[in-house]
Each structure stands twice: as structure tokens, then as C-alpha cells.
């Protein structure tokens, strides 16, 4: 269970606190140096890094060349960076991976609002939050890269957040060997989409 006092300190302020505890239980790991290599659709194993300096050489040694997860969040390494040189250790910082995945997620909420017409009904967010969950495994919502595109934020109000909870009254939706194996599937198929090569100008 992530700390309150982390997420009020660091998490996204749009996103409501139990919000933000969903996404991370859901998306994330309870490990700030957690990282997760996957290369065309299969989990490379990795030493279990004991540093921040072993978790970054790990990260630097893969990204680019396979898709990249780090910290509580597993942030998507290579996001917005051009040479693996330019990844900093705030990617495994608690408090700086927080704030930076929170962030994130909540452009992906957006996003996944916005095709949703914005609705204003609670009870739709459940779905909204369900659906941003995958976008954020798979890097891919609708044929948008997600990492990637601009956030609509700004005109996106999102429902009130009430209905999350309900996620966590299925685990099995999320968290089966079944579903983790097609999560797993998703993620090596958008591989290319989501490391460096974007950011190239391609």
C-alpha cells in the first residue's frame, strides 16, 4: 500500500488519492527500483537492482532496444528522451516517479475521456479508468500512442472518481497469470511504438 502521505506529497493533484493508490496496485509495483524489460512480447529477467546507480544502468542498458518500466509507477522509460545518456535517476525516486507516472496517467485518462465524449456521469469512470489501466500497459488507445500525444486535459473534466473502487472488487480482471501473460502479449506488440523511435521524427 503506497504511503498517504507520498501520494500527498507527490501524486498528481487532479487525481484523487485513492485513485492514485488503484493505478499503482493495478499498474504499477510496491518496488521504487522495480524494472520490468520485455523484448517482442517476452519478460527478459534482469538482476533485481539494490541501488538507484543499478536500476538506472539497467534501465540505460535496454531502453530503445525493448520496452522499459521502471519504479512505482513503472513509468515508461524512454519517454520524451532521445539518448538513453539522458535518462536521469529520478526515474527511480519514489516521490520524482510518482509525480512523473501520476501525471502521466491522468493525460492518459484524458485521453481516453475524450473518446468517451467526456462524460460527466460517475458511474461511467470505472470504465474511463479501466480502459486508461490498459492504455497504460499497452501504450496504445484507439491507435494513439498515448505516451506520446498532447494532452486535451485542459477542456477534459473528468467524472468525480467515485466508481474506481469497483476494480478492485475483481482482481481477476487485473491481476490473473491469464491476463498478465495478454498484458505482457500487448505490451512486446507495441514495443516499437512506445520506445525512441518516435522521438526521432519518425
Not at 481516453?112 to 486508461?132: C, H, L, M, T
Request: glycine share 8%.
Amino acid at each position: 500500500m503506497l504511503d498517504a502521505a507520498l501520494i500527498k506529497q507527490c501524486a498528481d493533484p487532479s487525481l484523487r488519492p485513492a485513485i492514485v493508490e488503484q493505478f499503482v496496485t493495478a499498474a504499477g509495483s510496491s518496488d521504487p527500483l522495480a524494472v520490468t524489460v520485455i523484448s517482442d512480447g517476452r519478460l527478459i529477467l534482469i538482476p533485481k537492482p539494490t541501488s538507484a546507480d543499478e536500476a538506472l544502468a539497467i534501465v540505460r542498458q535496454y531502453v530503445g532496444q525493448a520496452v522499459v518500466r521502471v519504479g512505482l509507477t513503472q513509468f515508461p522509460a524512454g519517454v520524451g528522451v532521445k539518448e538513453a545518456a539522458d535518462l536521469k535517476p529520478d526515474l527511480v525516486d519514489a516521490c520524482e516517479n510518482l509525480r512523473k507516472g501520476t501525471t502521466m496517467f491522468a493525460k492518459v485518462l484524458h485521453i481516453v475521456a475524450k473518446w468517451y465524449g467526456n462524460p460527466k456521469s460517475d458511474d461511467v469512470f470505472r470504465q474511463i479508468f479501466e480502459d486508461a489501466l490498459y492504455a497504460w500497459k499497452t501504450g496504445e488507445f484507439e491507435g494513439v500512442s498515448v505516451f506520446q500525444a498532447q494532452d486535451p486535459g485542459a477542456s477534459i473534466e473528468l467524472p468525480q472518481q467515485h466508481e474506481a473502487h469497483s476494480v478492485d472488487e475483481e482482481p481477476a480482471a487485473v491481476s490473473t497469470p491469464e491476463k498478465q501473460a495478454q498484458t505482457n502479449e500487448d505490451i512486446g506488440q507495441v514495443g516499437i511504438r512506445i520506445d525512441l523511435s518516435r522521438i526521432g521524427g519518425k
